[in-house]
């Protein structure tokens, strides 16, 4: 983050309902330039929706197995000592993994 979107974010955490003509005139730069900063200050998740609503930085942390099973198979009978072709399938399972991708 830029040292002006985090000024404005300062801003915005201490007076949620700071006007963008208040911002210019305490950090002496345009109002556009302001609303441009805003603008990529939302792009970018820390301002959610209008109202100047902040992004809460909530994490998460799934406890639980995790692991990726790994099939291959070959394209042709199998040659024992030999080099094979064939193809690998890689698969993520796991109940920690299952809730993960669940609550994201």
């Known amino acids: ?5 985090n ?5 915005l955490k201490a007076d949620p309902f700071i006007q963008q003509q208040e911002f210019a ?3 002496g730069i345009s109002r556009s330039c302001v609303a441009g900063h ?14 100047y609503i902040l992004s809460n930085n909530i994490y ?6 995790a692991n990726i099973d790994v099939t291959s ?3 042709a009978k199998l040659i024992y000592e030999d080099s094979n072709p ?3 399938i890689l ?3 796991g109940v920690g993994r299952n809730i993960a991708q669940n609550i994201a």
């Not at 000024?7 to 801003?11: P, R, T």
């Not at 805003?38 to 109202?51: D, E, T, W």
């Open 60 to 65: 998460t942390v799934t406890i639980g197995a």
């Open 86 to 88: 064939g193809k690998i």
């Open 7 to 11: 000024q404005i974010l300062q801003l």
């Open 73 to 75: 198979y070959t394209s």
């Open 38 to 51: 805003i603008m990529n200050l939302s792009k970018k998740g820390y301002i959610k929706g209008k109202g």
């Open 25 to 27: 005139d305490i950090l």
């Open 91 to 93: 698969t993520s399972e």
């Open 1 to 5: 983050m830029s040292k002006r979107g």
